[in-house]
């Protein structure tokens, strides 16, 4: 099955990309929900959160530090921002390959959807 | 300064606590916004998702393989869940102890806030 995140990754598919290193791409999400909204994808196919274990969770980790890198570089640091990831259908998940929202630009409310 | 979810780590402080383990502490949230809320935290004190960097990103991950560990032994593995982490005024962050946010019970919507 064709999976579009790793199309992303592997430069097969068009986005905006606005960080990358061996592990991990980050690009700006097609659908914003806040005027900064970027997903953060780790190049390895992970399904959903569920299956995040002891074997994978250091990427995982990673797409959090990559995070504030990008608060740094996107100059939301000190504002202050929201990630968010999703699993199955109550979570909202639209594309089954594990992605880190970052969220910001403008006060994010609670509950948080 | 007390670090209230430091005392809930060193059990100087209530809380309904679901699983532990040598790293992380998980408990209800006293202010759930969905069927099921847990917090789940490090037990080292990292301020938020912005002091998250290579050193200390392994415990961030951790805590993601936890919830997913919770999730199934909460019986919400299947119908899925949301996970969010908030940093700063924006992000809605209210206590400088990072915590993983894990809702589930309801479908949650779009936006996250």
Redesign the interface.
Known sequence: MICIFCEIAARERAARIVYEDDRVVAFHDVNP??PVHILIIPRDHISG??????A???????L??V??RI?RQEG??????????????????SVFHTHL?L???????????
């Open positions: 929900q806040a959160p569920l299956d995040v274990d002891v994978n969770e250091g990427i995982i980790g990673h959090v530090a995070a504030a608060a939301i640091a000190d504002n202050g921002y929201r990630l968010v990831l999703n699993q199955g259908r109550d979570g909202g998940q929202h969220l910001a630009g403008r006060r994010m409310t609670w509950p948080p959807g």
